[in-house]
């Protein structure tokens, strides 16, 4: 069992910036795939980025491509989410999720494990 708990999100003027964090409970976080998804109001969620157990490969998703980091610190269980030039369309609630198998996927069907999540708001 895996607990995950997102901190982070804000209220964020466009063209700022934010830092997301997801802290992982276990001993086995270096093997699971992460990710970050999104909820809006009204819509689907969607996944934002993705990342490898070993961090050497990463998936985003078209929008925050350019704009957002996913990066993940092992010895701390954690991992984070970098979001630059944050824009209107960027409001959401924020999830981090953990999947126990490897191989970088998008669907939030084939994540495991689920936090809470985490408003971010960014103001126009």
């Known amino acids: 069992q895996v607990q995950l708990v997102e901190s982070g999100g804000g209220l964020v003027q466009a063209g700022g910036s934010l830092r997301l964090s997801c802290a992982a409970s276990?001993?086995?976080?270096?093997?699971?795939?992460m990710g970050w998804f999104r909820q809006a109001p009204g819509k689907e969620r969607e996944v934002v980025a993705a990342?490898?157990?070993?961090?050497?490969?990463?998936y985003y998703a078209d929008s925050p491509k350019g704009r957002f980091t996913i990066s993940r610190d092992n010895a701390k269980n954690t991992v984070y989410l970098q979001m630059n030039s944050l824009r209107s369309e960027d409001t959401a609630v924020y999830y981090c999720?953990?999947?126990?198998?490897?191989?970088?996927?998008?669907?939030?069907?084939?994540?495991?494990?689920w936090g809470q999540g985490t408003q971010v708001t960014v103001s126009s």
């Open positions: 999720a953990a999947r126990r198998f490897s191989g970088l996927v998008t669907r939030g069907l084939d994540y495991n494990y």
């Open positions: 276990g001993r086995t976080f270096s093997s699971y795939v």
């Open positions: 990342i490898s157990g070993s961090a050497t490969s990463t």
